[in-house]
């Protein structure tokens, strides 16, 4: 299996569609730099998303995309008062797929995995097309349990790991019923369903 990443975002912005309280300096949470998007409120709030995008993913044509992984790169100015409330994949700038929110946030900054190489986050359809565009992303929520307490975001990536698609030269059936074809795959062109199969449908074959 192929993969490409784990590559940074050129941007990180707060949006508004979940939670009640914004991020500050949200495009420091972009890079690992120990600049941050930073977020202190007064009462126990969820968080707007920190979304990150424009990754600038080049995946190749005729792939299959297996698994996203992403890291978040996040400390809290006291233990266990900060967790995560939403970690989500962005798909045309659209917070998408399973919720892999995990558990509290150290003081000591750490850099944490979601996702794995064979999963894609509830998403049948994640493409090549969606993952290039820079539009696709990573988002995240907090949620705290005491007020006055700092959570601090330095940093995302994402990796997505991909392997070849099935190929025509996989061809080995073909089956003539009433004039269709059925067609299975193989190795070879080498096992026919029912039905007579003529001359040149063999000549036709051996030409893939």
């Known amino acids: 299996m192929a993969s490409q990443g784990p590559l940074y975002p050129s941007g990180a912005f707060n949006n508004t569609e979940f939670g009640s309280f914004a991020w500050i300096v949200p495009i420091s949470g972009a890079l690992s730099d120990d600049g941050y998007a930073t ?5 126990n709030i969820q968080t707007n998303y920190l979304l990150a995008s424009g990754f600038f993913f080049t995946i ?3 792939v299959t995309i297996n698994g996203v992984v992403a890291t978040i790169e996040k400390k809290a100015s006291s233990a ?12 045309g700038g659209v917070v998408v797929g399973t919720n892999l929110a ?10 944490i995995t979601y996702g794995s190489g064979n999963y894609t986050w509830g998403l049948s359809d994640l493409t090549r097309d969606i993952v290039n565009r820079t539009d696709f992303g990573v988002a995240l929520s907090a949620q705290n349990s005491s007020a006055n307490i700092t959570a601090d975001v330095d ?3 994402l990796t997505i790991y991909y392997s070849d698609a099935p190929s025509k030269s996989s061809l080995f059936g073909l089956g003539f019923i009433n004039g269709f074809a059925n067609m299975a795959y193989s190795d070879r062109p080498s096992m026919f369903s029912e039905g007579r199969v003529s001359s040149d449908a063999l000549l036709n074959l051996s030409s893939i």
């Open 39 to 43: 977020v202190r409120p007064l009462s």
């Open 155 to 157: 940093s995302f990536t």
């Open 80 to 91: 266990s008062i900060w967790t995560d409330a939403v970690v989500k994949l962005v798909s």
């Open 60 to 62: 190749p044509d005729n």
């Open 102 to 111: 995990s558990g509290s946030w150290s003081t000591t900054e750490s850099v």
